[in-house]
Structure formats: C-alpha cells, structure tokens
C-alpha cells in the first residue's frame, strides 16, 4: 500500500463526520483505492455502489478543499462510475 493511500485513508477519517451510507471507492491512479463506508475510510478494493477516480494530485486538491469534488467533475479531473447518487451523498460527507 502507498504512503499516498494511508495519508489519504488518515485525512478522510479526519474530514468525515461520521459513517457514509453506502459504500464508495476512490482510485487514486497509480497508487491504491480506498473504500469509504458506515465505518468510515480505509485502504481496500472491494465493490462499491459509486467508483471515483482521480491523479493523486487532483485526489489531494479534493482533500484539501479546492476543488471541490463537482467541480472536479465538470472539469473532468475526477471520473464518477455509477450513479451520481452515491457520489452526491459522499460529498455532502465530506466537509
């Protein structure tokens, strides 16, 4: 596992509120996923009801608040596979 992952798994832990109802899976290119759900965030590469993916660059932008995660999306710097549901929810979670 990268030190990009555990630093990312470490941020979002830090960041989420609480749980995330459902389950969401962030592919950091050429680094690792996470997966983020009721327990919160960790390093892992199971199914997920949304799959974002992200350069590690543009990954900690996100964490860092600019962009946001929308706007990456409409600047095509973050690619959302699945429902836009899932992916709205998650952002909502992440403050």
């Known amino acids: 596992m990268s ?3 555990n630093q990312a798994v ?5 960041k989420m509120d609480g749980g995330f109802d459902g389950t969401a899976k962030f592919v ?12 919160g965030a960790r390093a892992g590469d199971d199914d997920a009801d949304v799959t974002l993916t992200a350069d590690p660059e543009t990954f900690k932008a996100i964490l860092d608040g600019a962009p946001n995660p929308t706007t990456a999306f409409l600047t095509a710097q973050l690619s959302v596979d699945a429902d836009m549901g899932p992916a709205m929810k998650l952002a909502s979670a992440l403050p």
């Open 28 to 39: 950091i290119s050429d680094e690792g996923s996470i997966i983020i759900d009721e327990n």
């Open 10 to 14: 470490e941020a979002l832990n830090a």
């Open 3 to 5: 030190d990009v992952v």
